[in-house]
C-alpha cells in the first residue's frame, strides 16, 4: 500500500492525493502517490515564508548549525535506504543512488560547518571617527525549482546554503522525483526548522513553479532545469527585479588527443557519456579524437558499451540504468533517427531493450562520422547518446569544443603538460576535467558553467554565499 505524501505549508502537511509516480525499471511499480498543490498553496507557501524569515534571518549560527548537522547525520544514517528509493524513482543505479545521497549529507555537512564561519569586515571610514562595518544578510524568500536527474544531490545543493546564510524557503522539486523531495524535507523537518522555514509544494512547473515566478514575495529564485524553463525563470525575475540563478543545459566535449592514454580515455569517454544514463548535464556528449588515435578509441570504446549491464536500477549487477520516463526516451530515440538523418554513422547501439520488468531501456548509443554542425552535436539529448567528431589536431579539438552555445563542463584526454595546460586556459566552460570524466564534481567547490549553461553566481562551496546572501555596509559615526 502506498503512503499518500503531503505537501509542507507553514509547519503542517497538508493536500489530497493527486499524482503517482512509477519505477522507471518497472512501470507496473508504484512508487507512491503524492499530493499536488495549486497556485492558492503555492501562495500559502510563499506568505508563510515570508512571515519566518525575520525570525530565521536573526536566529544565529548554533540553531542553523543543528538543523543542518543534523540533517547530513539522518541522511548518511540512512543512506542505503534512500539510495534505493532514488534509484528504484528515477532509474539510476543503486551504486549511484546511494553515492548521490551520500553526497547530499556531505553538503548539509558543509553547509552545517559554513553557519560557524561567516564573518564580515570593518575598515575606518575616509572620514575621521566614522566606522564602516560590511556584513552578509540572507535575501529572504528563496524558490527553489529542481529537475528530476539528481532528486536529491540539487536540492540539498540549493536547500542547505539557502538555510545556512538565514533564508527561508519554498522547494518545487521536479514532478518525476517527489519521494527524494519528500524525504529531505520530512529529515529537515523533523530537525528542528521552525514553522514556514522550509515549505515544500509539489505540483506541476506550469502551476506551482509558475506561481512562484509570479510572485513579488520570492526574492530569488535558484533554478536547474532545462533551457527553455530557464528563460522564463530570468524573464519574470527581471520583472520583479529579484536575484536569480540558473543552471541548465550542456553539449560538453571530451578531447582526445593521439598522446592520451587509452585506457584513460575510453574509462572518460564511457563514465561521462554513458553513466546516469547520459541524464546528467555534466555528460560528455561530443567525443573530439584525433586522427592518430580515432580508430583504436572508438573500436576500445565500442567493445566496453558492448559489456555494460544494462538493466534494472534495483539490481546490484546493472551497470546502467533505464531512461527516467516515456517522453524522454522519446526524446533520445528522436534524436537517434536525426543524426542518422544528418548522415552521422550509428557505430553502436540505440536500440529498446527487453528486459525481465516493463521499464524505458535503451541500449547507449554512439555515433561515428559526424560534424559539429549537426544538430545532434550542438542539441542537448540529454540521454546515452554520444557522437564522435574527427579532428585533425589539438588546435581543430579546442576550436571544436568551444564552438557551442554551452559552457558547463569539458575535458581533456592527453599525457602532454602542454596541452593540458593550454586546455585549461582556453577552453570556454566553467569547469575543465583533464584525464577525468566531465561529469563527476566535489561537492566543496563551485559548481557551474559559462554561456548558455550557465546564470548568476556559482553554486557550492563558499561560492554559494555569493547568492544567498546579499551584502551591507554600515557607516557607524563614534564620535
Ligand atoms: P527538465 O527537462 O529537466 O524536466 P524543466 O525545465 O521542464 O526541465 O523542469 C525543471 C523544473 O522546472 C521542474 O521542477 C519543473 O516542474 C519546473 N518548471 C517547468 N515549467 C515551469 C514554469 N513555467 N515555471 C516554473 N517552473 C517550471
Redesign the pocket.
Known amino acids: 500500500m502506498t503512503v499518500l505524501r503531503k505537501n509542507l505549508i507553514d509547519g503542517e502537511w497538508l493536500g489530497e492525493a493527486g499524482s503517482r509516480n512509477i519505477n522507471p525499471s518497472n512501470t507496473n511499480d508504484v512508487v507512491g502517490e503524492y499530493a499536488s498543490a495549486g497556485p492558492e498553496e503555492a501562495k500559502q507557501a510563499i506568505a508563510a515564508a515570508k512571515a519566518a524569515f525575520p525570525a530565521w534571518s536573526r536566529s544565529g549560527p548554533l540553531a542553523r548549525h543543528a538543523v543542518l548537522k543534523k540533517t547530513s547525520d539522518e541522511i548518511m544514517a540512512r543512506k542505503d535506504e534512500i539510495g534505493r528509493s532514488l534509484a528504484r524513482e528515477e532509474g539510476k543505479t543503486l551504486a549511484e543512488g546511494v553515492g548521490e545521497t551520500i553526497r547530499a549529507a556531505q553538503l548539509f555537512d558543509f553547509f552545517a560547518g559554513e553557519t560557524l564561519r561567516l564573518s564580515g569586515e570593518m575598515v575606518p571610514s575616509v572620514r575621521p571617527g566614522v566606522g564602516v562595518e560590511m556584513t552578509r544578510e540572507g535575501v529572504g524568500v528563496v524558490g527553489i525549482?529542481?529537475?528530476?536527474?539528481f532528486p536529491i544531490a540539487i536540492p540539498a545543493w540549493k536547500i542547505a546554503p539557502a538555510l545556512a546564510y538565514g533564508n527561508t524557503i519554498v522547494f518545487?522539486?521536479?514532478?518525476l522525483v517527489p519521494e527524494s523531495a519528500w524525504t529531505i524535507v520530512d529529515i529537515l523537518h523533523r530537525a528542528g526548522l521552525p514553522k514556514g522555514v522550509l515549505n515544500l509544494v509539489m505540483g506541476?512547473?506550469?502551476v506551482v513553479?509558475?506561481a512562484?515566478?509570479d510572485s513579488p514575495d520570492v526574492n530569488a529564485i535558484s533554478?536547474?532545469?532545462?533551457v527553455?524553463?530557464?528563460k522564463?525563470?530570468a524573464a519574470a525575475s527581471v520583472e520583479h527585479m529579484r536575484k536569480f540563478q540558473l543552471e541548465m543545459g550542456g553539449k560538453n566535449p571530451l578531447v582526445v588527443l593521439d598522446d592520451a592514454d587509452l585506457g584513460t580515455a575510453v574509462d572518460c569517454a564511457v563514465n561521462g557519456a554513458y553513466f546516469s544514463t547520459g541524464q546528467r548535464c555534466t555528460a560528455s556528449s561530443r567525443l573530439i579524437v584525433t586522427e592518430g588515435i580515432h580508430d583504436r578509441f572508438v573500436d576500445a570504446v565500442k567493445e566496453r558499451l558492448d559489456k555494460l549491464v544494462i538493466g534494472d536500477a534495483l539490481d546490484a549487477k546493472t551497470q546502467i540504468g533505464p531512461v527516467v520516463d516515456q517522453t524522454q526516451l522519446k526524446q533520445d530515440e528522436d534524436y537517434i533517427a536525426i543524426g542518422r538523418q544528418e548522415g552521422a554513422e550509428l557505430a553502436f547501439g540505440g536500440d529498446r531493450l527487453e528486459r525481465g520488468t516493463p521499464g524505458f531501456y535503451l541500449q547507449p548509443a554512439l555515433f561515428v562520422g559526424s560534424s559539429n554542425a549537426m544538430r545532434i552535436s550542438r542539441e542537448e539529448i540529454f540521454g546515452p547518446v554520444a557522437n564522435v567528431i574527427r579532428v585533425k589536431d589539438y588546435d581543430e579539438a579546442l576550436t571544436v569544443a568551444n564552438d557551442t552555445p554551452f559552457g558547463l563542463t569539458s575535458g581533456i584526454c592527453t599525457t602532454s603538460l602542454k596541452h593540458a595546460t593550454h586546455f585549461r586556459r582556453n577552453s570556454e566552460a566553467g569547469m575543465v576535467m583533464v584525464n577525468l570524466p566531465t561529469a563527476g564534481v566535489d561537492f566543496h567547490v563551485p559548481f557551474g558553467g559559462r554561456k548558455g549553461s550557465s546564470y548568476g553566481p556559482r553554486e557550492q562551496g563558499r561560492y554559494a554565499m555569493e547568492f544567498y546572501t546579499t551584502v551591507k555596509t554600515a557607516y557607524t559615526f563614534a564620535g
Open positions: 525549482i529542481t529537475p528530476w536527474n518545487k522539486p521536479a514532478e506541476k512547473g506550469s513553479g509558475q512562484m515566478l533554478f536547474t532545469g532545462s527553455g524553463t530557464g522564463r525563470v
